[in-house]
Structure formats: C-alpha cells, structure tokens
C-alpha cells in the first residue's frame, strides 16, 4: 500500500540526495514520548495485533527498492514512539523515491525533527518540500505540505533567531505561501499545528505524484 505525497525539492543528483539525507539522519537519536499504537482492524473487523503489524511491515520493507514500505514503517515507528527508527526508516523512503515526486516522506521527517528540537535538520526538510516542483500548479493548492512546511520553516527560523538575516527569504517565502500555495495571512503567523498537538491526518492514503 502506497501513502501519500513526497519530499519534493529533493536534490537532482543521487550524491546531493545521499548527502541530505545523511545529514538528516545524523541529528535525529532521541526518542519523543510514547503515545501508542493507532489500532487499525484486520481483514476480520478485529483490532490488528501491533507486534504482527510491526512485523509484517518490517519484512515488506527488508531489502526491497519500494520506497513505499519503508514510509509505512516510519510512520508505524513514530506512532509507536521510537523516533530513531523512525527517521532511520524516512530517510530509506526518501532516498529510494526519485527525485521532486512525493512530499509526505521528507514533511513528516521535518515534523518529526521540529518536535524533537533538531531545528537545522527540521528547517532542511521543509526547505525541500517548499522547493518542489509540482507538474500541476494546481498543486501547490491541493498538497497541504506545500503550506504546512511554509509555516513550519518560518517558525523554525524564529527560534534559530535567523528571521532578521533572512528576512529576504521569508519575505519570498510569505509571498509563496500567499500566492501559489493558498495560505492566509492568520495562519501564515500561527505556530505549526504539530507543535500543539500529535499530526491526525492518515498518511497511509495512496500518494498523489506532484
């Protein structure tokens, strides 16, 4: 099963990807707090086991080129709180994606660093999704990545104290949000909406190519 949208402004050349990726996986040890499972029925209508469910994921992913296991493991990880594994498993995904497709892979992996505190690698991974090219313009409406990750490298440069030296950049980047993403201006200058609660959209619906 294929989840959603991927990291798009993902470097063209597969060194540039290997080496974003390595940085990324490099800041990203401590676990976040364990919230627990998300049940999901099996075939008969009863609650999957979480164990099982781990595992049948875990050999969907060994050794295969399918990005896509690799994102269901990530997410399965994070639900279940080991955050190592899961930025271990998001990085896989991202590096085996080709290049400025997806967003849900590399926007979930700059959540999930926001709400660890690795700032600088937050701030790449939203920087690579605001980067992508959609094929669509119609896209950058439709994928709530583009503007999720717009506010989210906002904030994060106002708590790395860089607004005042990038105030060129956010100002492209509110025109960006403004314009081509459909964003307004109240939310342009809330807080990400993970940093007051866990992210409640399923990911694991099919991806749309961009």
């Given at each position: 099963m294929r989840p959603e949208a991927r990291p798009e402004g993902a470097p063209a050349s597969p060194v540039a990807r290997l080496l974003l990726v390595g940085a990324l996986l490099a800041t990203g040890g401590c676990a976040e707090p364990h919230r627990g499972p998300v049940q999901r029925p099996d075939k008969a209508g009863a609650p999957a086991d979480p164990a099982q469910e781990l595992a049948a994921l875990e050999r969907r992913a060994e050794g295969g080129i399918d990005p896509w296991p690799h994102y269901e493991l990530a997410l399965a990880h994070e639900e279940r709180g080991d955050a190592e594994r899961a930025i271990r498993e998001y990085g896989k995904a991202i590096n085996l994606l080709e290049p400025r497709t997806y967003t849900a892979p590399v926007f979930r992996l700059g959540?999930?660093?926001?709400?660890?505190?690795?700032?600088?690698?937050?701030?790449?991974?939203?920087?690579?999704?605001?980067a992508t090219v959609a094929g669509d313009s119609r896209r950058y409406r439709e994928n709530p990545h583009y503007r999720l990750a717009a506010v989210g490298l906002r904030a994060v440069w106002e708590d790395l104290g860089q607004s005042d030296r990038r105030q060129d950049e956010l100002a492209a980047l509110r025109e960006r949000f403004l314009r081509d993403f459909g964003g307004g201006d109240e939310e342009w200058a809330a807080p990400p909406p993970w940093r007051a609660a866990p992210p409640a959209a399923d990911d694991r619906a099919p991806p749309d190519r961009q």
């Open positions: 959540v999930l660093h926001d709400r660890l505190g690795n700032l600088e690698a937050a701030a790449r991974c939203f920087q690579e999704v605001v």
